[in-house]
């Protein structure tokens, strides 16, 4: 199975800061690479597919990039909405699986 | 708009069954990849199963000879039949439709499967 791991697990950031959250994969995934935001008691929302598409809907401040192995996601001016745990995950081969998720809070 | 709303959730005892349902709207199942995602309290996210649009079906190993995944075509409807179930098994199961290179896109708000005696 690949092994998806994310840096740092929990980041505290001020209004405005640009963040950037690191995933990794065990192999290489190609860009099969794909980002959630999930916020406490709510579903998972998809961000970014292939590793730098933005789905529908989702603002251009979150960007990513990266193929084979290393991927970041880059959210470009933090707003008190994007205070969340976010999740990177590799479709390439089953099984899926997820990064533990990296949860981004108030400073 | 594409809507997905599982339902079935409850407490269930170690080694009952239960059936999760998924009802879509706004696409076609049968037309579409679907899959489930669990969450146990506290914890991130595991892809549990997957079905293609040709009836292919893919299952984590964890799960895998204990649950089901299959659709109802004629009411849009994606189901999960998970039997055997384990305390580890406690989970948010998120219904999810998968775009192939575009990933999974359209999330369900989830049901809870708790199971314990």
């Known amino acids: 199975d690949i092994q998806m791991t994310q840096s740092p697990s929990s980041l505290s950031a001020s209004v405005g800061d640009r963040v950037t959250i690191t995933c990794r994969a065990s192999?290489?995934?190609?860009?099969?690479l794909a980002w959630f935001q999930q916020k406490p008691g709510k579903a998972p929302k998809s961000l970014i597919y292939g590793a730098s598409g933005l789905h529908s809907g989702v603002p251009s401040k979150f960007s990513g990039s990266g193929s084979g192995t290393d991927f970041t996601l880059t959210i470009s001016s933090l707003q008190p909405e994007d205070f969340a745990t976010y999740y990177c995950q590799q479709y390439n081969s089953y099984p899926y699986t997820f990064g533990p998720g990296t949860k981004v809070d108030i400073k | 708009e594409v809507q997905l709303v599982e339902s079935g959730g409850d407490l269930i005892q170690p080694g009952g069954s239960l059936r999760l349902s998924c009802a879509a709207s706004?696409?076609?199942?049968?037309?579409?990849?679907m899959s489930w995602v669990r969450q146990a309290p506290g914890k991130g996210l595991e892809w549990v199963s997957l079905i293609y649009s040709g009836g292919s079906t893919y299952y984590a190993d964890s799960v895998k000879g204990r649950f089901t995944i299959s659709r109802d075509n004629s009411k849009n409807t994606l189901y999960l039949q998970m039997n055997s179930l384990r305390a580890e098994d406690t989970a948010v199961y998120y219904c999810?439709?998968?775009?192939?290179?575009?990933?999974?896109?359209?999330w369900g708000q989830g049901t809870l499967v708790t199971v314990s005696s």
């Open positions: 706004g696409f076609t199942v049968s037309s579409n990849y």
């Open positions: 999810v439709r998968f775009s192939g290179s575009y990933g999974f896109d359209y």
């Open positions: 192999q290489g995934i190609r860009n099969y």
